[in-house]
């Protein structure tokens, strides 16, 4: 994929945010993850069951870079186990702090390979995968607590 | 005007954040490498020839920015910025005297720094922070600041002129009527020291509160100037070498007189120095002549962009050389990361005034801070840039 297809599936992801809004919480997990300087702020819900993401909605306001990240990484974990969602985010944190990365793994998300390298754009790429992984300790907080139970 | 004096300035940038920091001179950066090169020594010793050169520049350098606001020597502090300076207010002033339900009153467009000392001591004193309302072009006017007064109020506390709406207070009214109300009035000069001629007599304010960075000078020194007989009775935060007289147990503490009782510790002897050095240039430039080149540029600014229909500007009415905008459907930030593949640096976010967005119901702007080294022809290059929507849409990743 060149930079002008990049851009434009970024561009397309930011336009039409895939799974933005949300009607019914019940069952969700709410967290949320935002960048104090730029005023980035997006709330995630995530249903997890049986160790596998059910569905994962957000809302909020961001750039375009967060807002379209969100929107990547919400069609690349939804109907995955929570191991390999946590593969893939371990990847994908890889690609933006430089290090080396399976970009196999990443599929669509390997968009955003060049644009972590310009400024602070690489906190915005990031922004939705912190709340996943807090998401994804409650939910194991939750489970840890019915097995004691 | 003078970009020649800014090595900065050669390369191929356009520089539109000068509310955050300013470039500095040549002739700054050379006082400072010749303090380092040639007589690094520590102050207030004297005892040898280098070190009594240091006593010299670290003292002509406070009598320099006296006579830059018209103050007395003995009535400047240096510190670490104005946020330093602020924060010694609050805590080494205001914090002994003032008592549970005293007021202190700001607004929602004060920066960061103007805010969250005087939090504090809502919590640890119990007095009462509360808001001038900002008239609907987002200024402070005569007659909502009295009607924000009680019986209770004991100090107003606002920037000079604001770092996002860059409107630009009455502060020689504000500090009339409060004295005759016995209040007192803080002034938080970041942005106006910077842009105006600042008189403290005329003007009349207990306080004033500025960082050497915003006006041409280096980071990490600011000032605090404040009238003689209240400096008198800050109280020292930092204690240890250069600011005691004497010392024999805990009873036998003599501490020197004013300003130097306030500045512990080995100062920031060249950022002094460069501040100095500063405040000389500007003063030959002239500060009339700054603002008034400001005011021109921001109105050059403003006549051409109201002519593009996405773009909401927040603050049109102002005469400094502020300018806060936004690209209808566009996040600040994206038209920030768009214009700087261009070269041209703008700041998008809240600028650290982050109750400003429940006055103006906006929590992200685009702002533009104008120095006297920009240009109409970079104002141009801007503006050609934001003409086209799409060119926006389509670049900002």
Redesign the interface.
Known sequence: MDANEKRKVILENYSHPYNMGIAETDGYIKTNSNNVSCIDNIDLYVKIENDIIKDVRFTGEACAVAISSTSIMLKEIIGKSIDDVLAYTSQFKNMVDDEPYDSNILNNANVFDSVVRTGNRKVCAYLPYNALLEAIDIYKGVDLKEKKG | MNREDFPMLKQDIIYFDNGATTFKPKCVIDAMSEYYSNYCANAHRGDYEISYKVDLAYESARKKVADFINASRDEIVFTSGATESLNMIANGFFAPILEPGDEVLITLSEHASNVLPWFKLAKTNGIIVNYIELDSNLHVSMANLKKAITPHTRVISLAGLTNVVGDIRPLKEICEFAHSNNIFVVVDGAQSVAHTKTDVKAMDCDFLAFSAHKMCGPTGVGVLYGKSELLESIVPTNLGGGMNESFDSIEEVYLKDIPTRLEAGTPNIAGVIGLGAAVDYLSNIGMNEIELCLIKLKKYLVEKLVTIPHIKIINEECESGIVAFNVDGI????VA?YL?KYHICVR???HCAKMLKNAIGV??TVRISLYFYNTEKEIDKLVELLQDKNKI??E??
């Open positions: 996040f600040a930030q994206d990361y700087n998008a976010g809240n929590k992200n849409l389509n900002m990743i």
